[in-house]
């Protein structure tokens, strides 16, 4: 109905296709530039992937710091909470200024705006666990780590994956604002050339690219928390 109702508009409108182009003019021109286009996407990809596995890696050991020192949660969750602050428009352009134009500036940029609703997600889980439950392990003799590895964690499934699918949709994001900054692939620099070129129609089709690459991400995770489910429910139960 969205796309029916843009194509009826340009058409009743007559708007120049350099300000508003059909919807079929984005899929053309998206056909026509495919190859560069694809080779920028794997280029975002790549860089995207990349961080965001190591924001999840670096989430799940600063989540289990916190869990296990009271002083260090009550320091740095104010420290966390002040990072988010930071406008990411503000802050690509000095990550390649500090960081230069390779791989690592992208991926730090990736990792800063990711890292945060996974880290609130994880601590928000670990405290979903039942105060008796807990209780009832210590009693029975279980040391801290064994109730977290026990209980603690896979109380906080749920919540990992809500954090884990949050982040996702912001991973693809933060790639694009770091190439928009500086870089020599990615669909950033793409969609700033078509842009300084006045060809929406390639703006509008690296958009498009970019949603189908975080949809990919989000059913990846989809998949993952479906795949494992089964697996955590048996382990449950026993």
Same mark, same amino acid.
């Given at each position: 109905?969205?796309? $029916?109702?843009?194509?009826?508009?340009?058409?009743?409108?007559?708007?120049?296709? %350099?300000?508003?182009?059909?919807?079929?003019?984005?899929? /053309?021109?998206?056909?026509? *530039?495919?190859? $560069?286009?694809?080779?920028?996407?794997?280029?975002?990809?790549?860089?995207?992937?990349?961080?965001?596995?190591?924001?999840?890696?670096?989430?799940?050991?600063?989540?289990? &710091?916190?869990?296990?020192?009271?002083?260090?949660?009550? +320091?740095?969750?104010?420290?966390?909470?002040?990072?988010?602050?930071?406008?990411?428009?503000? &802050?690509?352009?000095?990550?390649?200024?500090?960081?230069?134009?390779?791989?690592?500036?992208?991926? %730090?940029?990736?990792?800063?705006?990711?890292?945060?609703?996974?880290?609130?997600?994880?601590?928000?889980?670990? $405290?979903?666990?039942?105060?008796?439950?807990?209780?009832?392990?210590?009693?029975?003799?279980?040391?801290?780590?064994?109730?977290?590895?026990?209980?603690?964690?896979?109380?906080?499934?749920?919540?990992?994956?809500?954090?884990?699918?949050?982040?996702? =949709?912001?991973?693809?994001?933060? =790639?694009?604002?770091? *190439?928009?900054?500086?870089?020599?692939?990615?669909? +950033?620099?793409?969609?700033?050339?078509?842009?300084? /070129?006045?060809?929406?129609?390639?703006?509008?089709?690296?958009?498009?690219?970019?949603?189908?690459?975080?949809?990919?991400?989000?059913?990846?995770?989809?998949?993952? *928390?479906?795949? =494992?489910? /089964?697996?955590?429910?048996?382990?449950?139960?026993?």
């Amino acid at each position: 109905m969205f796309i $029916a109702g843009w194509e009826g508009y340009v058409a009743l409108s007559d708007a120049s296709p %350099l300000v508003l182009p059909a919807p079929r003019d984005v899929l /053309n021109g998206l056909w026509i *530039e495919r190859s $560069a286009i694809g080779k920028h996407a794997v280029a975002t990809l790549s860089v995207a992937t990349l961080g965001f596995s190591l924001s999840v890696t670096f989430a799940f050991l600063v989540s289990i &710091l916190l869990y296990f020192s009271g002083w260090l949660r009550r +320091g740095m969750m104010p420290l966390l909470v002040a990072s988010q602050t930071v406008p990411i428009v503000a &802050l690509a352009p000095l990550m390649v200024l500090w960081f230069g134009f390779g791989l690592l500036p992208k991926v %730090l940029l990736v990792i800063l705006v990711t890292f945060f609703p996974m880290v609130v997600s994880l601590m928000a889980g670990y $405290a979903s666990m039942p105060r008796a439950f807990r209780d009832q392990l210590v009693s029975m003799g279980a040391s801290k780590w064994a109730v977290y590895r026990r209980a603690t964690l896979p109380s906080a499934r749920a919540h990992f994956f809500a954090g884990l699918k949050i982040s996702a =949709t912001y991973a693809i994001v933060a =790639t694009i604002f770091a *190439e928009y900054a500086g870089a020599r692939r990615g669909l +950033g620099i793409y969609i700033l050339s078509a842009k300084n /070129n006045f060809r929406a129609d390639l703006v509008l089709s690296a958009v498009l690219v970019s949603a189908v690459l975080t949809l990919a991400f989000l059913t990846l995770i989809r998949g993952i *928390e479906r795949a =494992t489910g /089964n697996r955590f429910r048996r382990n449950t139960d026993a």
